[in-house]
């Protein structure tokens, strides 16, 4: 997989008290591989251009957040704090942080609605096209670390595609067991928008599709809750 154009972005800060380090990197998860349709490449300058092997997969990038005490040598276990089918690539972390579980995370992706609109997701999210989307998340790392395996509780939040989206989204995921089950929509200042879905599920595989037609451009999240338990996802509506 070829180098994005911050490397690892690897960024260090420290908590708003002064006593913890954070170190933020992005790194790629080889438990999760994208392959697609071939993109062609090609390189080259002043109107000559060569054909060069074609795209057809990639391993997904994660964000990674692992911290220690100042004055201490020991580095928490590194967590994966995305953990999904996402892109995670052009990444900032602020030089000073709230706290261990409140970490800021922009991200800026391409959103030129030329041939990258045409390409599969995880070719689109490494071209930088011009104008961007800023994709804005608040990091838990102390919950991440207890979530990682969501199999500990009874469901799985597969997906959420396409995403971006223009119309219609679909929301998988997967039931261990029978359980209440709803999908709520929040912007990204944390306001609840609506209960897109309610219902009592029996285990399997399920999707809902949600509306987004009359939401304006920008980042969302939704929140799959199973029996009271909630987990989030974002995506991005584009206009």
Known sequence: MADNGRGHEIQIARTADGNN???KYI?????????FAPVR???????????????????????????????????????????????????YMPDIVPTLDSIPVVRIMGSNAGIAATMPRQ????????????????????ASSVNTEERNYAFRFNNVAPNPVTGTAEVTFT???????????????????????????????????????????GTYNLALVVDGQRT???FVVIR
């Open 232 to 234: 989030m996802k974002s």
């Open 175 to 217: 039931l261990d067991r029978p359980a209440a089950t709803s999908i709520e929509l929040f912007d990204l200042m944390g306001n609840k928008i609506s209960t897109v879905y309610s219902q009592f599920l029996s285990a399997g595989l399920h999707g809902v599709n949600v509306d987004a037609s009359l939401l304006a451009a």
């Open 27 to 35: 790194d790629i998860n080889p438990n999760r591989e994208n392959t």
């Open 123 to 142: 070719a689109f999210q490494l071209v930088w096209s011009g104008t961007a989307v800023v994709d804005f998340s608040m990091l838990n790392p102390l």
């Open 41 to 91: 490449t090609f390189s080259g300058s002043n109107g000559n251009y060569t054909e060069g092997d074609a795209y057809a997969g990639n391993f997904d990038t994660e964000v990674y957040i692992t911290s220690r005490p100042i004055g201490s040598n020991q580095w928490t276990q590194a967590v994966n704090c995305t953990d999904d089918a996402d892109m995670a690539i052009r990444t």
């Open 21 to 23: 380090l954070v170190v």
